[in-house]
């Protein structure tokens, strides 16, 4: 058997996303919550974990929980659909939506499974890369798209890798030229402060994308979009029976019944954010990008891979983007006191001993 016949050209030439092995070194690369939950509450959790039962399928379709995210968010619970992380959305959206011409649009840099997904589920994808203050470039985009593509185009509000969220007027403008859907992912919009999800009112073919990994429950793989109840009746059809297991709705239901407490944490983060942004500042060589996230973009004024495997040397693990338009980058997940202080420490060093 030959591989190459049996899978497609485009799976084949891809690498796929690699995520670092856990070697006990301090993580800042996955863009995780840092602060872990108090002790009383994390028993009261796992109390309520302790009556599933395990021997039942999850209740299909998840309806009370979909039906809290609804009024959490002030929506109908037909426009909710949950997902075994965003992660999977991504991949509903993907098969589901293929318009006249399957295709996918995204700025560069953004979050990279928008394109691994696609070329996975057989859609072509076009990357308009961002402007150089990380904001869309609203002809370059606007002059890709025709009366039947893109089917998809996936904007990261704030984006992943560069932390920034992008211009209202310029989202807008693309979802009305747009001939598909517009898919506005909120990963990190708590730690902004900022939603576009008032625009539903707008415009009838934009979905958002929310998940509880960024805020304290990346473990339970819970994601889920909010949209169009017509485009989410579609998407319903192509959602795997049963995608999202019972201890993940139990943690999801944890979540909104202790909202407060994660806001608390949420509000932590942010504090640290711009703690790391000015200690990062300091750094001579090192040029950090404000940020609306949980993370911090920066550039490097050398060789970001000698910086990395000095990090790593360290025990800490940051995000590489050394390649194409991220070339010399690195992204770094706002950690706790302890771990943003041994990043500075850590970085300092590196820089100084390379000499760079
Ligand atoms: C912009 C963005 N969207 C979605 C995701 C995926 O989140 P989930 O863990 O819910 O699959 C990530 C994770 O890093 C992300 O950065």
Excluded at 153 to 161: E, G
Excluded at 336 to 350: G, I, V
């Amino acid at each position: 058997m030959i591989i190459q016949d049996i899978v497609s050209k485009e799976i084949f030439e891809q690498s796929g996303y690699v995520a670092p092995e856990e070697t006990g070194a301090i993580k800042m690369d996955a863009n995780e919550n840092p602060l872990t939950l108090q002790e009383p509450l994390k028993k009261k959790l796992l109390e309520e974990m302790g009556r599933v039962a395990l021997n039942r399928y999850p209740e299909a379709g998840a309806p009370k929980l979909r039906e809290r995210f609804a009024q959490y968010y002030g929506v109908n619970k037909d426009m909710v659909m949950l997902g075994n992380g965003s992660d999977e959305l991504i991949q509903v959206l993907c098969l589901a939506l293929k318009g006249k011409v399957s295709g996918v649009l995204t700025p560069v840099p953004t979050f990279v499974m928008y394109k691994i997904i696609a070329v996975n589920t057989g859609s072509k994808v076009v990357e308009v890369p961002l402007d150089k203050n990380f904001d869309l470039d609203i002809d370059a985009i606007t002059s890709k798209i025709t009366p039947t593509f893109p089917a998809l185009v996936f904007l990261s509000c704030p984006n992943s890798p560069t932390g920034n969220l992008f211009n209202r007027d310029r989202i807008e403008t693309i979802i009305r030229k747009s001939p598909g859907v517009v898919i506005l992912d909120e990963a990190y919009a708590d730690f902004s402060g900022k939603t576009f999800l008032p625009l539903l009112k707008k415009y009838d073919n934009l979905i958002f994308l929310k998940t509880l990994s960024k805020l304290g429950l990346a473990s339970m793989r819970l994601g889920f979009l909010i949209g169009n109840k017509n485009i989410v009746a579609q998407l319903d059809k192509v959602r795997l029976p049963y995608n999202v297991n019972c201890l993940s709705q139990t943690a999801a239901n944890f979540f909104l019944d202790y909202r407060e407490e994660f806001a608390k944490q949420i509000a932590q983060i942010v504090k640290r954010r711009e703690e790391l942004y000015l200690g990062m500042k300091e750094i001579q060589g090192i040029t950090p990008y404000p940020s609306q996230a949980n993370f911090i973009f920066f550039s490097c004024a050398f060789d970001s891979n000698r910086i990395y495997t000095e990090l790593v040397k360290s025990g800490i693990i940051v995000k590489n983007m050394n390649a194409g338009l991220t070339r010399n980058c690195m992204r770094v997940t706002v950690g706790n006191l302890e771990e943003n202080e041994a990043f500075l420490k850590a970085l300092k060093r590196a820089v100084y001993e390379l000499g760079a």
